[in-house]
C-alpha cells in the first residue's frame, strides 16, 4: 500500500467554526507532513512530524493546531480560521532519515479548503 | 536557508517530442536531496525522478531523465517523446539530507507544460 488518503476532500467552513482534516498511511513511515498550497502556487510547509512529535513548525498561525495521534494518523485542527486560509492542505509521509526509501514524500490527494 | 528557482512559467511542447525543463538552486549545504514531482488538474502530487546530490550518475525512468550540475547548481528535467498524460504542472523541489531530522520540501514555482496533439 502506497497511499496516502485525506478526508474530507472539500471543506468548507465559516470563520466562528471548528472543523478537523485528518490523514493516514499505512507504509509504515514515521515521518508525516502538512502543506498549504495556494491556487497556482507551490505547497508550502507547514508542520513536520517525525516519531510522532512535533519536530518544526513553520511559524504557523496557532489556529491551526496539527495532531499525531498515532504513527498512522495526522490531523490537523482548525479554529476561527480567516478566509485567506481557503487552501489546497496536502498531507504526506516518508521514512525518517537514516531508514531506506527515506528521501521521498508520498503525497495525500488534498483537502480543498474554503473559509467563508 | 534554500530556494529554488524555476525560471519557465509554462512551456509547450508537440507530442512525441522532447522537452527540457529547468531548475536552479541554492544552498551552502554538500548533502541533499533533488527530485521533479509532478501535479495534474486532479492534484495529486506524484513523483517523477530523485537524484542524490552524492551522486555523479544522473537519473533516469523511463522516459524522463534529469541532467544534475552540482557545481553549478543545476537540475533539469528531460521527457523525451512526450504524451498528452504528461500535461501537468511540474515542481522542482529541494530536500536537506543534513541534521539527522525529517526536513520538508522548498519547492521552486512550478512549470506549466502544456502538451499539444
Known amino acids: 500500500d502506497t497511499e496516502v488518503t485525506q478526508t474530507p476532500k472539500h471543506l468548507v467552513m465559516g470563520m466562528t467554526n471548528k472543523k478537523s482534516l485528518k490523514c493516514e498511511q499505512h507504509m509504515g513511515h514515521r515521518a508525516m507532513y502538512w502543506y498549504k498550497q495556494k491556487a497556482k502556487k507551490p505547497p508550502e510547509l507547514m508542520f513536520v512530524?517525525?516519531?510522532?512529535?512535533?519536530?518544526i513548525n513553520e511559524s504557523v498561525p496557532s489556529r491551526f493546531s496539527p495532531e499525531c495521534p498515532n504513527s498512522s494518523l495526522l490531523n490537523l485542527h482548525l479554529h476561527a480560521l480567516q478566509p485567506e486560509d481557503s487552501a489546497l492542505y496536502l498531507c504526506?509521509?516518508?521514512?525518517?532519515?537514516?531508514?531506506?526509501?527515506?528521501?521521498?514524500?508520498?503525497f495525500g490527494p488534498g483537502t480543498r479548503l474554503t473559509v467563508l | 536557508a534554500q530556494t529554488v528557482t524555476q525560471s519557465q512559467p509554462e512551456m509547450s511542447v508537440q507530442e512525441a517530442e522532447t522537452v527540457t525543463l529547468s531548475c536552479t538552486y541554492d544552498?551552502?549545504?554538500?548533502?541533499?536531496?533533488l527530485f521533479w514531482y509532478k501535479q495534474p488538474p486532479s492534484r495529486q502530487m506524484i513523483l517523477v525522478i530523485r537524484?542524490?546530490?552524492?551522486?555523479?550518475q544522473n537519473a533516469t525512468e523511463n522516459r524522463f531523465s534529469v541532467n544534475f550540475q552540482k557545481a553549478a547548481k543545476s537540475f533539469s528535467l528531460k521527457i523525451s517523446d512526450s504524451q498528452l498524460g504528461d500535461a501537468a504542472m511540474y515542481f522542482c523541489?529541494?530536500?536537506?539530507?543534513?541534521?539527522?531530522?525529517?526536513?520538508?520540501?522548498?519547492f521552486g514555482k512550478g512549470t506549466h507544460l502544456i502538451i499539444q496533439p
Open positions: 512530524y517525525s516519531y510522532e512529535k512535533l519536530s
Open positions: 544552498t551552502s549545504e554538500s548533502d541533499y536531496y
Open positions: 504526506a509521509s516518508s521514512q525518517v532519515p537514516g531508514l531506506a526509501g527515506d528521501n521521498e514524500q508520498f
Open positions: 537524484q542524490e546530490a552524492y551522486k555523479q
Open positions: 523541489a529541494y530536500r536537506s539530507a543534513q541534521g539527522g531530522g525529517a526536513d520538508g520540501l522548498t
